[in-house]
């Protein structure tokens, strides 16, 4: 599936492109595809490879792949240009995709990200989560939940985001998901690659993330010219979801800033 919102209308407003995280897909932008939608923002948000309803049989689903991925979906939308925000795993694809595509980027708005390549302890444990995505499902995956994607009050608080993830978790493809997991396995190491990047970049961090800390962030932030990051409270990995009015207002106040520029530039 892939989720749209356009507006053809307003040509000179600029484009959002929602990536999201692992082992997630498009639903997890419910709101903020409202949202922007509802601002005249138009909105394209991908299942990536292999996850959601894009199917993929291979066994390695790499960051590169997903990027390339992306920018024919741009062709497809005759869209050549967009404000490219990744949540986690989305975020190793913007950062593909700003390298293999500068041109096309207006601006990044990276939410849990993280920069450094995997190590030989990581790739061990992704290849392992991988195998047992492939023989046991994906039920295994529901323990991080409460270990490490959701905050302590989203947990307590708000059943309904919980459910919803556990039901994006439970209605994965293992397939897709091994083959993200090696993808990912492999990715760059993007921390110098950060040193080049020249567009309006905005970081989100959780508070309580306990995949991608605020520390994490703020690496990115540091290497990146000009970037902010600004931390959520009272969320972890998947802040727009666990605290959507929050994180919606981060959003248009971003987008609000590079708007005009934005339009300014365009014939």
């Given amino acids: 599936m892939t989720t749209v919102q356009t507006n053809h209308g307003h ?5 959002a492109l929602l990536l999201h995280g692992f082992p997630f897909n498009a639903a997890m932008w419910r709101e903020q595809i409202d949202f922007l939608d509802a601002r005249g923002v138009p ?11 894009n199917r993929f049989d291979g066994e390695v689903a790499t960051m590169d792949d997903m990027a390339r991925d992306v920018a ?3 062709d497809e939308f005759a869209v050549d240009r967009a404000i490219i925000c990744g949540l986690s795993m989305g975020c190793y694809v913007a950062f593909e995709f700003v390298r293999l595509f500068p041109s096309r980027v207006d601006a990044l708005i990276l939410c849990g990200p993280r920069a450094q390549g995997p190590d030989a302890a990581e790739r061990r444990s992704r290849e392992e989560q991988a195998r047992r995505a492939l023989v046991e499902g994906m039920d295994f995956a529901l323990e991080s939940i409460s270990t490490k994607l959701l905050a302590e009050q989203t947990l307590t608080q708000k059943p309904d985001v919980v459910k919803r993830v556990r039901e994006m978790v439970l209605s994965t493809d293992p397939r897709g998901a091994a083959a993200a997991q090696r993808g990912m396995a492999v990715r760059r190491d993007y921390a110098d690659d950060l040193l080049h990047i020249e567009v309006p970049t905005l970081i989100i961090a959780g508070r309580e993330d306990g995949v991608r800390t605020p520390e994490d962030g703020e690496f ?13 409270e009272y969320a972890g990995h998947l802040m727009n979801m666990e605290q959507p009015e929050v994180f919606n207002r981060v959003l248009a106040d971003f987008i609000r800033t590079i708007k005009h520029e934005v339009s300014q530039a365009r014939p």
């Fill in 72 to 74: 024919a979906l741009l």
């Fill in 43 to 53: 909105v394209l948000a991908p299942d990536l490879r292999g996850l959601g309803e």
């Fill in 11 to 15: 040509v000179r407003e600029p484009q």
């Fill in 220 to 232: 990115v932030r540091r290497r990146i010219r000009g970037a902010k990051q600004v931390v959520i």
